[in-house]
């Protein structure tokens, strides 16, 4: 027997069930977000994710697979010129579905089903295992210089590595925030984070500076673009 | 068809739907704006969720 697809039904009968997500995903490539329904945007998704695999595929053979499903030409080139290359470092998980609140004449639970085309953030665990690399390398090349004299060239330009950029301080050794300085500096990303800032409380600071500004002059930039670092802009 | 026998009395009747309770919703507090909210979904007094902003899930007393 065959397995039952995932979810609930849509629609009054299977042809229209399959036109119903062929439009919503026609719509979801046209304009990159759709609100619709939870469920259906739950049955969305893998649809929508395997249109996106072949895009990134996007020979001729994958293109004519995604025309069977989206009809408009259009849409699917939007899909394979546009959509496709931002999704070429994600493997898998194409797409976000958002709940929001019910729908008011049929309190029925709504939802923003959208395409994340930002490009895929670094996470934390592994940010700390490069940073872990790092100073090994560094250790490793500290202790050379100390077994022979040839290496010492070396040693110095490890040094100028941790030379502090100007108005910078560095960090406590626990890790806290020197007094009078509240922006973080991250030397592996070369990127600030002001206070309460989204990856503010998982970056770990290298260096402090007492605002963006000197953050700024020192050649770090802001964390995931100018208006996410404004400073003093938590509503 | 089976039919019932006997028509059902106020008293079952009552007794029944004495039952069916209303359950509170679960709230918590929007992390943005400090207003309540469902938790898992946009808040709906500012459209914010997990750092990013949804303008379609504001909602106002009135507008659904």
């Known amino acids: 027997m065959p397995?039952?697809?995932k979810g609930p039904r849509l629609g009054g009968g299977p042809a229209h069930e399959r036109l119903i997500l062929a439009n919503l995903v026609t719509s979801l490539f046209e304009h990159d977000s759709i609100t619709t329904t939870e469920s259906k945007a739950k049955r969305l998704r893998p649809l929508a994710e395997r249109l996106i695999t072949f895009a990134k595929r996007g020979d001729l053979h994958a293109r004519r697979r995604v025309m069977t499903v989206v009809r408009d030409k259009g849409v699917v080139h939007r899909l394979f010129v546009e959509v496709a290359p931002d999704m070429a470092e994600r493997q898998g998980g194409y797409t976000r579905i958002t709940k929001i609140g019910a729908r008011k004449g049929d309190n029925a639970p709504m939802a923003v089903i959208e395409l994340v085309r930002e490009p895929v953030a670094k996470k934390a665990t592994v940010k700390e295992a490069e940073g872990a690399t790092k100073r090994a390398?560094?250790?490793s090349k500290a202790a050379e210089a100390e077994?022979?004299?040839?290496p010492a060239a070396e040693a110095t330009e490890a040094a100028a590595v941790v030379?502090?950029?100007k108005g910078a301080v560095a960090a406590n050794e626990d890790g806290s925030a020197p007094e009078g300085y509240s922006v973080k500096g991250n030397a592996d990303s070369g990127k600030y984070h002001v206070e309460g800032s989204q990856?503010?409380?998982q970056t770990e600071a290298e260096f402090w500076f007492a605002s963006a500004d000197d953050a700024k002059a020192a050649g770090f930039e802001p964390?995931?673009?100018e208006a996410k670092q404004a400073e003093g802009d938590d509503a | 068809m089976a039919v019932p026998k006997r028509k059902t009395s106020r008293s079952n009747t009552r007794h029944r739907r004495a039952n069916w309770k209303a359950t509170p919703v679960t709230l918590t507090t929007c992390p943005q704006c400090k207003a309540p909210m469902q938790p898992h979904i946009a808040c709906?007094?500012?459209?914010s969720y997990n750092g990013r902003q949804y303008g379609v899930a504001e909602r106002t007393?009135?507008?659904g």
Do not use: F, I, N
């Not at chain 1, 077994?147 to 040839?150: K, P, Q």
């Open chain 1, 137 to 139: 390398v560094k250790e």
């Open chain 1, 147 to 150: 077994t022979s004299e040839a």
């Open chain 1, 3 to 5: 397995t039952p697809t």
């Open chain 2, 61 to 63: 007393e009135h507008q």
């Open chain 1, 199 to 201: 990856w503010y409380d």
């Open chain 2, 44 to 47: 709906p007094s500012c459209g």
């Open chain 1, 223 to 225: 964390a995931g673009g």
């Open chain 1, 163 to 165: 030379e502090l950029p």
